[in-house]
């Protein structure tokens, strides 16, 4: 199994009284324009999801729908309540393994998807840090498992000129 963690592309600012609700906050034209750079990259070196599962606030949702529109044939893209801000790492794992996907994303917010991926391969959650729009693969032998994975990349979108 292959997993993909991905943070939301570039957003506009947090406390923007424009708004007051964050869960609405939208990313950024340039946070648009990179993710979506980003996802063409990825595909070319064989990003391929099955299944994109995403927080359900804006700006993780339409990073998740610019991936979508990238991956052939277009993943099935769903919403998680386990990925909104204080991920559960829990119920992400078992919604996955249940998922029948062998390969997957989740589209998901700094800190938590730094945690995730640091846990996920049994690393300090201090050792990673996911800069915007960056995206980690995880390998797996069978199930996702928690301290089991096998970090296969990590990539920003600076990397990859996007």
Known sequence: MLLYIIRHGLAGQHG???YPDDDLRPLTKKGAKQ???VAKKLVRRGFAPTLVATSPLVRCRQTAE???QRVVPPPELVEWDALRPG????QLVSSSNSSGAQEL???GHAPDVDELCAALVGSRPEAIAFA???VAAIRYHDAIAVGLGEL???VTP???GA
Request: glycine share 4%; aromatic share 12%; net charge neutral.
């Open 66 to 68: 610019l991936i979508c």
């Open 87 to 90: 991920s559960d790492l829990d």
């Open 132 to 134: 915007k729009g960056a």
């Open 35 to 37: 993710a979506s750079k």
């Open 158 to 160: 600076a990397v990859l």
């Open 105 to 107: 994303a989740w589209v």
């Open 152 to 154: 296969r990349w990590y």
């Open 16 to 18: 923007d009284p424009q």
